[in-house]
């Protein structure tokens, strides 16, 4: 069977805590297992993490870790009773004094100082993800007077968002940083951070990470409404990450759904434009909590992310709580497949009429191109360092495999989030230089990638083992002796 191109991520949680489950679920095609902070002890996800590397390396598998760090998520305190009920017309007060465990239907405490200066009469909040809305009208010294437009229940700690944002709490809690340290010593591929405003969060969560000696890549979460307010506020986002995640919860509250999905491809558009990995994230097989079959607009909804051309789809709490996790691994793994079929996933304009800037993403565009045009090509084989350049061979799109050959382990994993790239351990050090063409071309042959007659296209640096120096390409015809 041909190799998927779009990437799955799914979420570990109580439902897919055991050794059978999490084999299941990379048999099934997880990509890259989520680890998400929101929930869980330190020890749980250290567990999940252990069995993850095992299973996979049992299986001869590649599978990324993501850390999700929790963030500043704003939430209501708790009430009295577990739960209100609010009517349309009800008087709602969100105070920052009130007991944070004693909430009622008529006020609740919150932890969040700021909300009175953050907020004025006539905003709208958005509470539980938009289930319950209330219209601002008036601001005392420490709390918030609300009137209730969408009634419903309210339970403990449920989220808040102001519609169009502005709840701007600083994005990495002290929470985060002990989960940074969890993820450095859990030896992540990736790390995702929650609600950044800026670059200049990205750039604080990526000091913590290397002072704690992690070489994990970090996923911008973009799910505030001033992040994809103007394309300068969302580029110098994408430009501090190495990935972002269209996380839909949280941003369609704030921008409302009307915009989301026009948001959606543009933010696609835009990491890939820039060389970055992109996610897309939330709800996509929602209704496979509950049920073994996803529902036609769930369907359309992971296959229009696949044509936009993302590199994953993600799962939530469809695989981390849920009662169907395989089955919604494997429904993600055939719709994909079903869209990469579409002739548009195969065609690509990517900067064709741009300058680049470097000899290494020259060669790898390069090949690219090469490999779209020449029929007879199968396969691309990339020696890489760091995974920088399948990186930017994957950001063109194409029908062709792009296999990923490293010995380092971390990038074996990271290559694992990227579309259409297969991770492959391979060590040019192990071999006399004049061998390396024979032997990386006889991997695939070995694996049934390419039959002799194909050819394959081969990206390398004159130096073995250190990134950022390819230089050149090579179309090899298998089946010929190879130098
Ligand atoms: C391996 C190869 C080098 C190549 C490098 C590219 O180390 O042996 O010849 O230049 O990969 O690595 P990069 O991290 O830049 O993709």
Redesign the pocket.
Known sequence: MSLRRTKIVATLGPATSSPEKIAELIAAGMNVARLNFSHGSADEHRRRARLVREIAEENGQHVALLGDLQGPKIRIGRFTDGRIELDVGDNFRLSTVHDLENGNSDIVGLDYPDLVSDCRAGDELLLDDGRVVLQVESVGRDEVRCRVTVGGPLSNNKGINRRGGGLSAAALTDKDRNDINLAAELEMEYVAVSFPRDAADMNLARKLLRDAESEAWLIAKIERAEAVADDETLDGLIQASDGVMVARGDLGVEIGDAELVGIQKHIISRARKQNKVVITATQMMESMISSPMPTRAEVSDVANAALDYTDAVMLSAETAAGDFPVEAVRAMDRICRGAEKHPTSQKSGHRLYQKTERC?ETIALAAMYAGNHFPGVTAIIT???????PLIMSRIRSHLPIFAFSPNAQTLGRVALYRGVQAMPFN?ADMPSSDINQQAVNKLLEGGYVQPGDWVILT??D????????NSMKLLHVGESLV
Do not use: A, H, Q
């Open positions: 290494d020696l890489t360092e760091s995974g920088f350049t040019p390398k640096g130096v073995y083992n250190s990134r950022g120096g390819t």
